[in-house]
């Protein structure tokens, strides 16, 4: 884990405060917690209604959880990110006619993808790439690449091992550079 | 918590997928408007005790010693007591011996030189027409 102690430490005393009725303690929380976790969501579902919804679902479990938060255990953002994760995961699983499989490759059959990058909309055709990988890729490749957390806190938020995050990540690559393959003529990396 | 840069690519595949990953981290999601504000009204409402009371009871003294006339009065206030618990304290024999005095001169029955009596019962008019009459 990257984070050191004291980090911690002081988003322990936060909670505390918070849970001790301190109102400057709430509005730190909402203003430092509450936008990474609506970008993580945003990024997950591509729907601002629904990403303020998970936010505001997570926040509340923080606010819930604050009297008997335990001091040192865990940073309040990876907590948020996990409990973030796996809201989003479940709506989009009942959102999906069916989950892809880990192994899926969307080259082929991702036209729309080709045709975005032809419009030179990088971001844009990397977002729908993106939503083409299997949750699980995804939600890994998204807290790497996206939010630039480290693969330690990746295995936190996912619960599972670091070396289980590096197979997400590298298989998760791999699906997104053939997605974006076809139209890669088109695209020169210098115009990034 | 730091953040966590993924290595430099080193194929033109890898540069063509990193470059997409700027760019997206590059734009984030806009957050929506009052969001901040929504979150903390939700905070506020979940507290589980009732918000304010810390800074609220800090204010207390600091808002009676307002009402009192602030620092300064709060050292007039000192003063004034440390003067009180002195004159208690200390024997007060130079208090009578100076009223004794006071006494004693009015017992001796002293008067004003006449030099000084003059200059106060000068007529000051008076001598302002002997000048305009010489």
């Known amino acids: ?58 926040m509340m479990r923080l606010w819930k959880i604050a009297p008997d938060w335990r001091a040192g255990e865990a940073l309040i953002s990876t907590w948020l990110y996990r409990v973030a994760t796996n809201l989003c995961t479940d709506r989009l699983r009942r959102v999906r006619p069916g989950p892809l499989p880990e192994g899926h490759d969307p080259a082929d059959e991702s ?5 975005r990058l032809h419009t030179r909309q990088r971001a844009a055709a990397l977002e729908a790439a993106l939503e083409t990988l299997p949750d699980r890729q995804r939600v890994a490749i998204t807290l790497r690449h996206l939010e630039e957390r480290s ?21 998760g690559r791999r699906a997104l550079k053939a997605a974006l393959a076809p139209a890669a003529p088109h695209l020169s990396v210098k115009d990034a | 918590m730091t953040r966590n840069p993924a290595p ?40 589980p005790v009732a918000p304010g009371p810390v800074a609220e009871r800090a204010g207390l003294l600091s808002r009676i010693a307002a009402q009192l006339g602030g620092w300064q009065a709060g050292v007039a206030f000192g003063g004034a007591a ?12 130079g208090l009578i011996s100076t009223q004794s005095g006071m006494f004693e001169i009015a017992e ?10 003059d200059g106060i019962f000068d007529d000051p008019l008076a001598q302002f027409e002997a000048e305009l009459g010489s």
Do not use: C, K, W
């Open chain 2, 108 to 117: 001796s029955g002293a008067t004003m030189s006449a030099e000084v009596s």
């Open chain 1, 151 to 171: 693969n330690p806190e990746i295995a936190e938020v996912m619960d599972i091992s670091v070396e289980a995050v590096e197979s997400l990540l590298s298989r």
């Open chain 2, 82 to 93: 440390m003067a009180g618990l002195s004159l208690g304290f200390f024997d007060p024999g």
């Open chain 1, 111 to 115: 036209p729309s993808v080709a045709e």
């Open chain 2, 8 to 47: 430099s690519p080193s194929n033109p595949e890898d540069a063509l997928l990193d470059a997409g990953f700027a760019a997206l981290r590059n734009t984030p999601p806009p957050l929506p408007d009052g969001f901040e504000q929504r979150l903390t009204a939700q905070a506020l409402r979940a507290m």
């Open chain 1, 1 to 58: 884990m990257a984070s050191d102690p004291s980090e911690r430490q002081a988003d322990a005393a936060l909670l505390a405060a918070y849970a001790a009725g301190d109102a400057e303690a709430a509005r730190q929380l909402a203003r430092t917690h509450g936008p990474p976790v609506f970008r993580l969501a945003r990024r997950l579902l591509n729907n601002d209604a629904e990403a303020e919804e998970i936010a505001q679902e997570a």
